[in-house]
């Protein structure tokens, strides 16, 4: 299982970041994806997550803010990412889980006050 995330960049306080992550997985639509974050000196956090069903859940932190979905036919989740904070700033990391977590190698996103 491979996972590439991109999508990320500098962007100032209220913009707007889309974050894909493609992945090479022949069962994509079985597996539950999921976005967490990291940043300096803190530890790794959950953001959103969405189900093999399409059910979603969100950090409190990025509810009204950030919207994960999916496309199976292309095996690629995303976060789309709204009304950005400067404390929104972290590396992003995509992850697959059925059973076993997979994770990609991170995205950054800088959030610029």
């Known amino acids: 299982v491979q996972l590439q995330a991109s999508g990320g960049g500098v962007v100032q306080t209220g913009g707007s970041l889309r974050l894909s992550c493609a992945a090479s997985?022949?069962?994509?639509?079985?597996?539950?994806m999921g976005w967490h974050r990291q940043a300096p000196g803190k530890q790794r956090e959950l953001v959103a997550e969405?189900?093999?069903?399409?059910?979603?859940n969100y950090a409190d932190f990025v509810k009204g803010r950030f919207t994960i979905s999916r496309d199976n036919a292309n095996s690629t989740v995303y976060l789309q990412m709204n009304s950005l904070k400067f404390e929104d700033t972290a590396v992003y990391y995509c992850n697959a889980e059925r059973g076993f977590n997979f994770w990609g190698q991170g995205t950054q996103v800088t959030v610029s006050s």
């Open positions: 997985i022949s069962t994509f639509s079985r597996f539950d």
């Open positions: 969405i189900t093999s069903g399409g059910r979603t």
